[in-house]
């Protein structure tokens, strides 16, 4: 079993920058790919980011790009994203997610097999 916490959400001003961090304990990230989801008030959760388990392929949603970047370092358990250029829109709270497959060729781009999940993180962009 895989426990993920999120951590260095907050309120920050339109153009503004933020680096969320997703540490895992119980289990090694190493072997799996890893992912950003985001959920605002009364909208369904939404593909953010994701990496693949070697780190050499990320994948970004189209709102996202050239403004997220999403890495990890596998010998601190740990997955980054670092939001560059916030817009109020990208107000949500922030989850990182564990693929369930270790070495999945597939980087999955929905929360299908995605299986663990942590508690979120709040990120607040002002206008």
């Known amino acids: 079993q895989v426990q993920l916490v999120e951590s260095g959400g907050g309120l920050v001003q339109a153009g503004g920058s933020l680096r969320l961090s997703c540490a895992a304990s119980g289990r090694i990230i190493t072997g799996y790919n890893m992912a950003w989801f985001r959920q605002s008030p009364g909208k369904e959760r939404e593909f953010v980011a994701a990496?693949?388990?070697?780190?050499?392929?990320?994948y970004d949603a189209d709102s996202v790009k050239g403004r997220f970047t999403i890495s990890r370092d596998n010998a601190k358990n740990t997955v980054y994203l670092q939001m560059n250029s916030l817009r109020p829109e990208d107000t949500a709270v922030y989850y990182c997610?564990?693929?369930?497959?270790?070495?999945?060729?597939?980087?999955?781009?929905?929360?299908?097999?995605?299986?663990?999940w942590g508690q979120g993180t709040q990120v607040t962009v002002s206008s």
């Open positions: 990496i693949s388990w070697s780190g050499g392929s990320t």
């Open positions: 997610a564990a693929d369930r497959n270790r070495y999945r060729t597939v980087v999955l781009t929905t929360g299908t097999g995605y299986d663990y």
